[in-house]
């Protein structure tokens, strides 16, 4: 019987999604022998597991080894060629933030290494970056996929791909695209009852693995804007940059100049205040408070902010970390196609990785 042909996985980022997504890719490896796919390399920022002959690590003990290695990471250049040198397909997994490593996509992808993402910052950064990655995919065929840049595992690009490639026109895409701002309103601002304080719930935004890394990214608003620069491309328009259109920013004045995210998150209670004028401004109005996005494609109009909303409807009752992501097409007319459900979280983020390894898998 010929021998199963091999990829190799590259991981960078071992954190909350990466942790996830290792376990996902055990079972993986399990469950589908053909090819095999041999983990050849892992880096947390600080350290790294990989060996010159690209012996396999083992799924199993990599957590332990990388923290017990000495190893340093290597930078993207040296990585790309580690990878390329083995002769054999490489997938490399970005389970990071990190804008060093979204900048070497198109280096990666030149030597023929397809990519796999949840990180947000390659698709969102300058357009230049988003011009430069497809086409070195288009040159060397490597792949890339990035589903969990948006709505977490829900099939928010895919979709949106589908739309655009059949044909369809996008008109109008709307909803509430972040699982942290989601989990926040929903909990801090209930359709019935009181409700909690807003510093709290933050806290337990972080604790519970749906925010950024640093929190600061989610309620400056930036983190719901790289989604919809991202979406917006995808539907045609070449918006520049995650700050080129209004973006609504939920950090106190005072504490904008604070050094970290842990001291961010330590004077944070000082300000719930502000939070609260804000919710019981609407609900004088007998509404709830939602923090939402929009990408009117006609128009070329993006924004991302607060609105008040009657608790019936859809927006006001979501639950958890939901999102939800309304399109309207010219084929759905007035009935857009609707995508909900949690829009952050470590497994279903790392489902959407995973989901998308598959997809190149298919096609290597
Ligand atoms: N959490 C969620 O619900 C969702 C997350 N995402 C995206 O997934 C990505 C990961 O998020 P999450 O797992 O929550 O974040 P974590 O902070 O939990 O993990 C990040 C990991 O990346 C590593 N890392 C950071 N910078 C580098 C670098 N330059 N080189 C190598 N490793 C690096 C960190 O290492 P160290 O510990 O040493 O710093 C850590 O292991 C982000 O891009 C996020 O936007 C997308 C959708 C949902
Ligand atoms: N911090 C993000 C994670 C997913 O993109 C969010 O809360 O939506
Ligand atoms: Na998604």
Redesign the pocket.
Known sequence: MAAARQVYIAI???????KCFLSQLEQLARHRPNPELVLSYI????KAVYSSDYSPISFDSALSTLASSSQA?LEPLKLAEFLSASGSKAILVD????Q??AEAYPLFLSRGISIVT????AFSGSYKLWQDIFSASEQSGALVYHE??VG?GLPVISTLKDLVDTGDEVIKIEGVFS?TMSFLFNSFAPTSGSGSKWSAEVKKAKEL??T??DPRDDLNGL?VARKLTILARLAGLPVESPTSFPVKSLIPKELESVASGDEFLEKLPEFDDQMEETKVAAEREGKVVRFVGSIDVATKQVKVGIEWFDRSHPIASLKGSDNIISFYTKRYGSNPLIIQGAG???EV?AMGVTSDLLKVLAQL
């Open positions: 960078i980022g071992a954190g909350g999604v990466g880096t947390t920022s600080k990471p389970n990071t933030s990190s060093h490593v949840p990180n947000k910052k969990s840049s977490a699982g693995g749906y950024e890394p983190d952050a979280g470590g983020t």
